[in-house]
């Protein structure tokens, strides 16, 4: 089922703050008299003279070499049809986004005001200068096809219209895989294809490039069939116009081998597909709604091969699969267009890439043990961090080879390694946590439900299905609240722990609590008298099972929220203390800071067990932990106690885990420079890989202030403070968090459950057994 989706929040996300999504932020150092007169005059005018001897040097000195304009005239947008450039402008910004955060191109969006072909490839034609690609969306057809065809042929940049192409490249992949399962040749199968649009015409196009037959086809539009005694068919579709008798969709489909539907939702009737040959492929791919359900489809036939344009499927047909990627690959080797041979490689390249074993972070985000090549995973994920490297270098080989490349790559190895530092090969942790959670939500607590922002916060992760909020606190204050800020919570619990309903429950907790703490300084009245506070009503709900998580201290001091949970909950087994640690979003990848929030001034013994709590956190996101311990010293440069006891404290790790990638005392800026390492400390452990993710500090004051200056003056999107040591989930918020910050605690909060809850389970398996 789609996830419902507010209207008002996703009119707040375009409009609040800096309206749009996008922005331009330069990337040279502008901030002196100097710089501005290197930028601009008179410096810039030495580039300006080496672009006019040899107009390729445009390459070497701008950013037109990275940089793709989106253009649209708003005919075809999305499902919303012709609404004009103005409305089309929030989906090319978006367009624009994804470019960005999957190969790391730029992007100009362009609408323009023209339905005139002429009009429109003259425009494009006079932009050329500026970019280094062109991606055509939502143009409607035909013209579209006319649009494109003169672009790439008076064009001496690369140009796609994605809308086309996209859909036929993703599914082309998934169709050879299919093909290869169920042991039947692309040449003898019989093909059903309902819709004879743009995608659906490259569809076709491209699956007879990959050696399907003309007359396989049977092909249906609005008015049926194609057939060849229609004379309203233009030239390409009378290519696979068929002279069979067959007027419907359902005689079509008896016996046929593949199903390819780019029309509306649910035409396709289980018999139909029941009417299909042995072990029938199926692409339904209308959106939102398939052509005929997941479910209706397998269960009608068990060995179907089924993909769809849903997330929520197995086998999602997802044009960011495929554009990012082509693009780059065809700008890093200056390709003067992007031709069939190319489009065939990024077909051959996504087939292979499912064959190969899939990344633990993969199975992490979609919450798979083992996601193994079959009838369920014929083609790779979105969130597979390999694409970028696998697709763009199998595009720009394409390139090369067909003669269309102007700029060839030579040491391959070194494109691919470039390639994965553009964005890091973790760069997508925060994505990956989201897919997750979404997977498999968890009940969480939010025990302080009087306020605005845990109100906006729980109706977001209720909406997006990361999780299924439980709201404590008075409800008629909660309800007032959300209908005064326009906030949804229809559906979700609302627990009120002084309420009269609660006082069984109350004295039930209370009980347990004191058997808890009896000989710690509570009595049984004031054990169950506390239950009226929310923190510890809270808490004792995760600890009967009652909820998975709790969420609180967005309005509390840190002491005042975390003493409930170390009494009610505890740490986990062998635990020792507890520490908290921040996950700071970097365009390198995520870095893990601790303690931030829990331990004042560590001995080197307890900094070693906080070291040890941290890498199983960061090990728990399939990323390899790599500390530094971080001093103003470097390796015994200062005698001080405080870096003595960075030092000690390595030592220490390295005793209980030596498989530890762990090195220190060092100074911050020492930890990601590698080639200062090189020079200087030829010893350090940390030179060889990657680059360093996790950083241990040596009291809490200097925790603290780095992770608030990456946040609050560098910019950096956090996520924290995780606690760790605890039994249970329980994180403590900073205080005055966001509304996106809550979110990202939830997210964090369910997958801690989720492992949890496997790490509970596999014990329990274990104890069964002896």
Same mark, same amino acid.
């Given at each position: 089922?789609?996830?419902?989706?507010?209207?008002?929040?996703?009119?707040?996300?375009?409009?609040?703050?800096?309206?749009?999504?996008?922005?331009?932020?330069?990337?040279?150092?502008?901030?002196?008299?100097?710089?501005?007169?290197?930028?601009?005059?008179?410096?810039?005018?030495?580039?300006?003279?080496?672009?006019?001897?040899?107009?390729?040097?445009?390459?070497?000195?701008?950013?037109?070499?990275?940089?793709?304009?989106?253009?649209?005239?708003?005919?075809?947008?999305?499902?919303?049809?012709? &609404?004009?450039?103005?409305?089309?402008?929030?989906?090319?910004?978006?367009?624009?986004?994804?470019?960005?955060?999957?190969?790391?191109?730029?992007?100009?969006?362009?609408?323009?005001?023209?339905?005139?072909?002429?009009?429109?490839?003259?425009?494009?034609?006079?932009?050329?200068?500026?970019?280094?690609?062109?991606?055509?969306?939502?143009?409607?057809?035909?013209?579209?096809?006319?649009?494109?065809e003169r672009l790439k042929n008076e064009l001496r940049i690369p140009v796609m219209h994605d809308d086309q192409h996209g859909t036929a490249i993703i599914s082309g992949a998934a169709l050879l895989n299919a093909l290869e399962l169920v042991k039947k040749r692309i040449d003898k199968v019989r093909f059903v294809v309902n819709g004879a649009g743009a995608a659906a015409m490259a569809c076709v196009k491209l699956y007879v490039a990959l050696g399907a037959k003309y007359e396989?086809?049977?092909?249906?539009?609005?008015?049926?069939?194609?057939?060849?005694?229609?004379?309203?068919?233009?030239?390409?579709?009378?290519?696979?116009?068929?002279?069979?008798?067959?007027?419907?969709?359902?005689?079509?489909?008896?016996?046929?081998?593949?199903?390819?539907?780019?029309?509306?939702?649910?035409?396709?009737?289980?018999?139909?597909?029941?009417?299909?040959?042995?072990?029938?492929?199926?692409?339904?791919?209308?959106?939102?709604?398939?052509?005929?359900?997941?479910?209706?489809?397998?269960?009608?036939?068990?060995?179907? &091969?089924?993909?769809?344009?849903?997330?929520?499927?197995?086998?999602?047909?997802?044009?960011?699969?495929?554009?990012?990627?082509?693009?780059?690959?065809?700008?890093?080797?200056?390709?003067?267009?992007?031709?069939?041979?190319?489009?065939?490689?990024?077909?051959?390249?996504?087939?292979?890439?499912?064959?190969?074993?899939?990344?633990?972070?993969?199975?992490?985000?979609?919450?798979?043990?083992?996601?193994?090549?079959?009838?369920?995973?014929?083609?790779?994920?979105?969130?597979?961090?390999?694409?970028?490297?696998?697709?763009?270098?199998?595009?720009?080989?394409?390139?090369?080879?067909?003669?269309?490349?102007?700029?060839?790559?030579?040491?391959?190895?070194?494109?691919?390694?470039?390639?994965?530092?553009?964005?890091?090969?973790?760069?997508?942790?925060?994505?990956?946590?989201?897919?997750?959670?979404?997977?498999?939500?968890?009940?969480?607590?939010?025990?302080?439900?009087?306020?605005?922002?845990?109100?906006?916060?729980?109706?977001?992760?209720?909406?997006?299905?990361?999780?299924?909020?439980?709201?404590?606190?008075?409800?008629?204050?909660?309800?007032?609240?959300?209908?005064?800020?326009?906030?949804?919570?229809?559906? &979700?619990?609302?627990?009120?722990?002084?309420?009269?309903?609660?006082?069984?429950?109350?004295?039930?907790?209370?009980?347990?609590?004191?058997?808890?703490?009896?000989?710690?300084?509570?009595?049984?009245?004031?054990?169950?008298?506390?239950?009226?506070?929310?923190?510890?009503?809270?808490?004792?709900?995760?600890?009967?099972?009652?909820?998975?998580?709790?969420?609180?201290?967005?309005?509390?001091?840190?002491?005042?929220?975390?003493?409930?949970?170390?009494?009610?909950?505890?740490?986990?087994?062998?635990?020792?203390?507890?520490?908290?640690?921040?996950?700071?979003?970097?365009?390198?990848?995520?870095?893990?800071?601790?303690?931030?929030?829990?331990?004042?001034?560590?001995?080197?013994?307890?900094?070693?067990? &906080?070291?040890?709590?941290?890498?199983?956190?960061?090990?728990?996101?399939?990323?390899?932990?790599?500390?530094?311990?971080?001093?103003?010293?470097?390796?015994?440069?200062?005698?001080?106690?405080?870096?003595?006891?960075?030092?000690?404290?390595?030592?220490?790790?390295?005793?209980?885990?030596?498989?530890?990638?762990?090195?220190?005392?060092?100074?911050?800026?020492?930890?990601?420079?590698?080639?200062?390492?090189?020079?200087?400390?030829?010893?350090?452990?940390?030179?060889?890989?990657?680059?360093?993710?996790?950083?241990?500090?040596?009291?809490?004051?200097?925790?603290?202030?780095?992770?608030?200056?990456?946040?609050?003056?560098?910019?950096?999107?956090?996520?924290?403070?995780?606690?760790?040591?605890?039994?249970?989930?329980?994180?403590?918020?900073?205080?005055?968090?966001?509304?996106?910050?809550?979110?990202?605690?939830?997210?964090?909060?369910?997958?801690?459950?989720?492992?949890?809850?496997?790490?509970?389970?596999?014990?329990?398996?274990?104890?069964?057994?002896?």
């Open positions: 089922m789609a996830r419902k989706l507010n209207k008002q929040d996703a009119l707040d996300y375009h409009s609040q703050g800096r309206p749009g999504k996008i922005e331009v932020i330069p990337t040279k150092d502008s901030k002196t008299q100097w710089d501005l007169s290197l930028a601009y005059s008179p410096g810039v005018a030495e580039p300006c003279k080496e672009i006019k001897k040899d107009v390729e040097n445009v390459y070497k000195y701008t950013a037109k070499g990275n940089l793709v304009a989106v253009i649209s005239n708003g005919t075809a947008v999305l499902g919303l049809g012709d &609404i004009g450039p103005e409305a089309s402008k929030p989906v090319m910004e978006g367009k624009g986004v994804l470019f960005k955060i999957f190969a790391d191109i730029d992007v100009f969006d362009i609408e323009l005001n023209t339905k005139d072909v002429d009009e429109f490839v003259k425009v494009v034609k006079a932009m050329e200068p500026s970019f280094g690609g062109i991606n055509l969306e939502d143009i409607k057809s035909p013209e579209c096809f006319a649009i494109e396989n086809f049977t092909l249906f539009d609005k008015d049926g069939v194609l057939n060849k005694s229609r004379t309203d068919l233009d030239d390409m579709k009378k290519l696979f116009a068929t002279s069979s008798k067959v007027s419907t969709l359902a005689e079509a489909m008896k016996g046929a081998d593949v199903f390819i539907g780019l029309s509306v939702g649910n035409v396709v009737a289980p018999e139909m597909v029941k009417s299909m040959a042995k072990n029938p492929v199926v692409f339904a791919m209308a959106n939102p709604d398939p052509e005929i359900t997941y479910e209706a489809a397998t269960g009608a036939r068990p060995d179907v &091969i089924m993909a769809t344009g849903r997330t929520d499927y197995p086998n999602q047909v997802n044009n960011v699969l495929g554009f990012p990627y082509i693009f780059r690959g065809a700008l890093d080797v200056r390709a003067t267009q992007i031709n069939e041979e190319m489009k065939l490689a990024a077909v051959r390249a996504l087939a292979e890439l499912a064959k190969t074993p899939v990344p633990d972070i993969v199975n992490l985000a979609y919450g798979e043990r083992n996601l193994v090549f079959g009838p369920h995973y014929i083609i790779p994920k979105p969130l597979d961090p390999r694409l970028l490297s696998t697709v763009a270098p199998a595009v720009a080989k394409a390139a090369m080879d067909s003669g269309v490349a102007t700029s060839p790559i030579v040491e391959w190895d070194a494109y691919r390694e470039e390639l994965n530092k553009r964005l890091g090969l973790d760069n997508q942790l925060f994505r990956v946590i989201g897919s997750k959670a979404r997977k498999d939500p968890r009940r969480v607590v939010f025990s302080e439900a009087d306020n605005v922002k845990i109100l906006k916060a729980a109706q977001v992760v209720k909406d997006e299905g990361i999780a299924i909020p439980i709201l404590l606190g008075t409800e008629a204050r909660i309800q007032k609240l959300a209908q005064e800020n326009s906030i949804e919570i229809d559906g &979700i619990e609302i627990i009120d722990p002084k309420s009269d309903e609660m006082h069984d429950k109350r004295h039930y907790f209370g009980q347990l609590f004191f058997e808890k703490r009896k000989r710690k300084g509570f009595n049984l009245y004031e054990a169950k008298k506390i239950m009226r506070e929310r923190n510890y009503f809270g808490c004792m709900m995760v600890e009967t099972g009652e909820a998975d998580a709790l969420i609180s201290g967005l309005t509390r001091k840190y002491p005042d929220t975390i003493r409930p949970a170390l009494q009610v909950i505890g740490m986990e087994e062998g635990a020792k203390r507890v520490a908290g640690m921040y996950i700071i979003q970097t365009k390198r990848g995520p870095l893990f800071l601790a303690d931030t929030t829990v331990n004042f001034n560590p001995t080197a013994e307890e900094i070693a067990e &906080i070291t040890l709590m941290v890498a199983k956190e960061v090990r728990q996101f399939n990323i390899t932990p790599r500390i530094a311990m971080l001093s103003y010293s470097n390796f015994g440069s200062s005698q001080s106690p405080e870096a003595q006891t960075m030092a000690k404290a390595r030592e220490l790790v390295k005793q209980m885990d030596p498989s530890l990638q762990v090195d220190g005392e060092m100074q911050a800026a020492l930890a990601f420079d590698k080639e200062l390492m090189k020079d200087n400390y030829p010893f350090c452990e940390l030179i060889e890989g990657g680059d360093v993710n996790t950083l241990i500090f040596p009291n809490l004051a200097a925790g603290n202030i780095a992770y608030n200056l990456l946040q609050q003056v560098a910019g950096f999107d956090a996520i924290g403070p995780v606690l760790l040591g605890m039994k249970k989930p329980v994180h403590i918020l900073q205080l005055g968090s966001t509304v996106r910050q809550i979110v990202n605690m939830v997210l964090i909060s369910v997958v801690d459950a989720q492992t949890k809850c496997i790490a509970k389970h596999d014990a329990l398996k274990k104890k069964g057994k002896k």
